[in-house]
């Protein structure tokens, strides 16, 4: 890393340390397991709501200063996101492999049972029934946008807001799928909740990519993109 760089990233991180700040003052979790809870009042309800609304609101203007210091250079955001703890694999094949165990390429959250498993033995991260957050991608090229919208969501997740425990992404992934799926027939309130919350957050990742492209380029292969991509619906 050049002496650039390393000032880029000294900059960046001071930045990111006075937000953090500012959003820590506001951010409270929904609950234990960072899925909203119904309490059974509508004021208590509409409250957790709202705070979950101000604090998106806070996470999205940190990323806004973030990709507007690193010029939302991939590069650059993988070694922030180094910096913050969160490992980053890009082995051979990586596509070919996610797709086996139903993932796609970028942030991968909390796995358990048989899929944590390869995934650790993949990245090289041991035995284990049971993964940590980490991105996995290919080696080369990275299309920005589509990176930009797993930097939001691992941000969002970062800093706690609601909707990335396993069951959430879990259901998630499941809806995403197939929206028609039996699992999703009977499910808990609880349950019911997580999910809104999954997609709520990738939902507000996919409008910040979209409004970042509009704005910049407006490019109508970036939304042509992100429609086919099969973003969450509520």
Do not use: C
């Not at 929904?30 to 998106?56: G, H, I, P, R, Y």
């Not at 993949?122 to 290919?138: E, H, N, Y």
């Amino acid at each position: 890393m050049n002496l650039i760089q390393r000032l880029l990233y000294f900059l960046l991180s001071a930045k990111e340390k006075s937000l953090k700040i500012r959003l820590d003052k506001h951010l409270k979790r929904s609950s234990t397991n960072s899925t909203s809870k119904t309490v059974m009042s509508s004021n208590a309800t509409l409250t957790l709501t709202s705070e979950t609304q101000k604090n998106s609101q806070l996470v999205k203007e940190n990323i806004e200063a973030i990709v507007k210091k690193t010029g939302g250079n991939p590069l650059e955001l993988i070694n922030f996101i180094k910096s913050k703890g969160t490992p980053v694999f890009r082995p051979a094949n990586a596509d070919k492999f996610l797709a086996l165990i139903g993932e796609e390429e970028g942030l991968i959250t909390e796995l358990k049972g048989r899929p944590a498993l390869l995934l650790n033995l993949f990245v090289g991260q041991g035995i284990k029934l049971k993964s940590t957050p980490m991105f996995v991608m290919r080696e080369g090229n990275i299309d920005p946008y589509y990176f930009l919208h797993h930097f939001y969501k691992w941000y969002a997740m970062k800093y706690k807001l609601p909707g990335f425990d396993y069951e959430a992404q879990r259901l998630l992934k499941i809806s995403l799928k197939n929206a028609n799926d039996k699992r999703l027939q009977n499910l808990t309130l609880d349950q019911m909740l997580a999910l809104k919350e999954a997609i709520a957050r990738d939902n507000e990742a996919s409008d910040f990519v979209i409004q970042l492209a509009q704005h910049k380029d407006g490019s109508k292969k970036v939304l042509d993109k992100m429609k086919n991509d099969g973003g969450a619906n509520i």
